[in-house]
């Protein structure tokens, strides 16, 4: 509904016009209790999108491509970052280990981070990346909207 999309961009805007950081406006568009009544309308479920994905395009489009973290200017790759962050936990394996760990507390999208890094960290190690596919078949499982559900469906199958 047109109420939905507008109450998205005018709540983003707002906190983006008050120096909010794409990772607040987030956090305050998952607790909004405006946003949450109209998606609990049949037809407004997110069934293939979901509000977070509009809010992310919404900062793109105002805000540009730079999140306002200094250290995201210009990154490392993400296969550097993988390295460095597995050396730091110990070996991919621990890395992996503390990914599992995340999942089973319920912190998906930490384990799928975790998972990530290990995977590129250790590229060649099947067992890892079988126990990495594992990791996004429970977040694609824990999903309700088919775009987050397909992207980590082919993150399990990518090696």
Same mark, same amino acid.
């Given at each position: 509904s047109?109420?939905?999309?507008?109450?998205l961009?005018n709540?983003t805007?707002?906190?983006m016009?008050?120096g909010?950081?794409?990772d607040?406006?987030?956090?305050?568009t998952r607790?909004d209790?405006v946003l949450a009544?109209?998606?609990?309308?049949?037809?407004?479920?997110?069934?293939?999108?979901?509000?977070?994905f509009?809010v992310?395009?919404l900062?793109?489009l105002?805000?540009g491509?730079?999140?306002?973290?200094?250290a &995201?200017l210009?990154p490392?790759?993400?296969d !550097?970052? $993988?390295?460095e962050? %597995?050396?730091l #936990?110990g070996g991919?394996a *621990?890395?992996?280990a503390?990914?599992?760990?995340?999942?089973?507390?319920?912190d998906l999208?930490l384990?799928?981070?975790?998972?990530?890094?290990a995977g590129?960290?250790?590229?060649?190690?099947?067992?890892?990346?079988? &126990?990495?596919a594992?990791i996004y078949?429970? !977040?694609? $499982?824990?999903?309700? %909207?088919?775009? #987050?559900?397909?992207?980590y *469906?082919a993150a399990?199958?990518?090696?």
């Amino acid at each position: 509904s047109a109420a939905l999309l507008e109450h998205l961009v005018n709540a983003t805007l707002s906190l983006m016009n008050q120096g909010a950081t794409l990772d607040e406006i987030l956090e305050a568009t998952r607790s909004d209790r405006v946003l949450a009544g109209l998606l609990e309308r049949p037809f407004l479920r997110p069934v293939y999108d979901e509000p977070e994905f509009v809010v992310r395009n919404l900062y793109r489009l105002y805000g540009g491509w730079w999140d306002g973290n200094p250290a &995201r200017l210009k990154p490392p790759t993400e296969d !550097r970052l $993988a390295q460095e962050v %597995s050396a730091l #936990a110990g070996g991919a394996a *621990a890395l992996l280990a503390r990914a599992e760990a995340a999942q089973k507390s319920g912190d998906l999208a930490l384990a799928c981070q975790l998972a990530e890094w290990a995977g590129r960290a250790a590229p060649d190690d099947e067992k890892l990346q079988q &126990r990495r596919a594992a990791i996004y078949r429970a !977040r694609e $499982a824990s999903e309700t %909207s088919l775009m #987050a559900r397909s992207i980590y *469906a082919a993150a399990a199958d990518r090696r």
